[in-house]
């Protein structure tokens, strides 16, 4: 359905709690909404995808090893 994680946006998530999963409705607005009252949507995406599409999700690059350290194990 979601071709990036980038791409999701607050009526997109709001559509398929609403026609997937409606008993979700209040665990969504309890991880989208901060303290405050306001929409957090890095937040927001993160604990969606998690939940529902997890493959959606970054996954963190791993450091390229630097000279100094190849170089010492050499």
Not at 15 to 42: R, T
Not at 50 to 73: C, F, H, N, T
Request: net charge positive.
């Amino acid at each position: 359905m979601f071709e990036s994680y980038k791409k999701i946006t607050l009526d997109d998530m709001m559509k398929y709690i609403q026609e997937n999963a409606p008993a979700d409705k209040e665990w969504f607005k309890k991880v989208a909404l901060d303290e405050e009252g306001n929409y957090q949507h890095l937040i927001a995406v993160r604990e969606f995808c998690g939940r529902y599409m997890p493959e959606l999700l970054p996954v963190a690059k791993p450091k390229p090893i630097s000279g100094k350290q190849k170089l010492k194990d050499w």
